[in-house]
């Protein structure tokens, strides 16, 4: 049989793992921390995501776990629309509708479709080769998978010369709600000068949020929850609530590959994820585009034929587009949540007022569409 040993038990690695086995393909995840915790905050999944998770047979899993978003938009400070998004034209567009759900849940779903041993935890990988048979820390096969995340091991090692990851001049905090959300809440992106804040609904009834700002880096704060709260606290309804119903905030400095990777592939080595195409969340795409990356690399690597030639045809497919994707969220943050100047946000916002909701739409969906290759 076929072996492939995917290294990180992320969205990407754990997707990559189960559209590798569905292909008939035996794998191994390994990863360095000691358990899977249940981690983060809560994330989007578009359109495309969740068409490649229902190719990986998980779709209506993440569905049942997960909240329908069922409205969108883009509202100022003082909660004035700049445009609406209309969820159900959204996902007759799209054949299906974005999901607000926690990671930790996302993670359960994605552990639960592999067998227990599948994924090796407290299994830090420090050497790998590229062939002619790949191996890590010894340990050969016939695809090594590099899902090891932004700062990826395998990729500093096989790509030397690929810059590493830049900041992206934004710090984001990331929140949710401690209890189920009895207010009303209206989901929407908001913009003020040079800051973002953002809301999704989850499965379980709480609200998961998010608040950036333009920042210099590492500008930490003794206490990051009274942080955001006074940076965003005179924001219109029900921002300040929502912060106030919150007990814990993550922070982070975004950062991403600014120089893309010029080869997703080495030998019989992948890259996927965050490792390949690291981008600011701007567009909310990261993980999605990972789940593109699971879907396009398992249909194209046939367990029983020439991994290489299947390697070359991911490559193909995956880099053009994830790496368009990375830009167009960069050029987003930069047109969005990075404008500081009054005049040059006043004359967006009236740009984005005189646009008519149909190129809005259009404009939203247009990396959302996607159809993955049957597995
Ligand atoms: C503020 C913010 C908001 C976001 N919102 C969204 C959103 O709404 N929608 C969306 O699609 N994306 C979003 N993203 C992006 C998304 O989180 C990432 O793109 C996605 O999680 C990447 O998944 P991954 O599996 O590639 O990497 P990771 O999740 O980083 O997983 C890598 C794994 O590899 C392991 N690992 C690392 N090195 C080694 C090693 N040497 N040996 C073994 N294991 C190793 C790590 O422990 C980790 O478990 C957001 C990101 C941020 C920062």
Do not use: K
Request: overall charge positive.
């Amino acid at each position: 049989m076929a072996t492939a040993i995917v290294v990180g038990a992320g969205i990407g690695g754990l997707s990559a793992a189960i559209g590798l086995r569905r292909r008939g393909w035996e794998v191994t995840v390994l990863e360095r921390a000691p358990r899977i915790a249940p981690v983060g905050a809560g994330l989007t999944l578009l359109a495309n995501g969740m068409r490649g998770l229902d190719a990986l047979g998980v779709g209506d899993a993440v569905r049942a776990q997960g909240q329908v978003e069922a409205s969108g938009g883009l509202r100022t400070s003082d909660g004035r629309w700049l445009s609406r998004v209309d969820g159900d034209a959204m996902t007759r567009a799209l054949g299906t509708s974005a999901i607000g759900i926690h990671r930790a849940t996302l993670h359960r779903v994605l552990l639960e479709a592999l067998p227990p041993d599948t994924v090796v935890t407290g299994s830090e990988v420090r050497q790998v080769s590229a062939g002619p048979r790949p191996s890590v820390d010894g340990r050969t096969a016939d695809l090594v998978v590099a899902a090891d995340g932004i700062d990826s091991l395998i990729r500093r090692r096989l790509w030397p010369t690929v810059p590493s990851p830049a900041y992206a001049g934004t710090t984001a905090w990331r929140g949710v709600t401690t209890e189920p959300w009895r207010g009303p809440l209206v989901v929407a992106v908001t913009w003020g000068e040079g800051a973002e804040f953002g809301m999704v609904p989850l499965g379980d009834g709480r609200v998961y949020w998010f608040g950036a700002v333009t920042s210099p880096r590492e500008a930490w704060n003794e206490d990051e929850l009274a942080a955001v709260r006074a940076r965003f606290g005179h924001w219109h309804d029900p921002i300040p609530a929502l912060m106030a119903a919150t007990d814990t905030v993550l922070r982070d400095d975004l950062r991403h590959l600014r120089t893309p990777v010029p080869s997703y592939v080495h030998g019989g080595v992948a890259l996927l994820g965050d490792a390949a195409h690291a981008m600011t969340p701007n567009l909310g795409q990261g993980a999605n585009q990972a789940i593109e990356d699971a879907v396009v690399l398992a249909a194209r690597c046939d367990p029983d034929g020439d991994v290489r030639v299947g390697l070359a045809a991911y490559d193909a497919q995956r880099r053009p587009r994830s790496q368009e994707v990375a830009r167009a969220a960069y050029q987003m943050g930069r047109f969005g949540q990075q404008l500081r100047n009054p005049l040059a946000v006043a004359l967006r916002n009236a740009v984005i007022r005189m646009t008519p909701a149909s190129a809005g739409l259009r404009s939203m969906a247009r990396y959302a569409n996607w159809t993955p290759p049957q597995l």
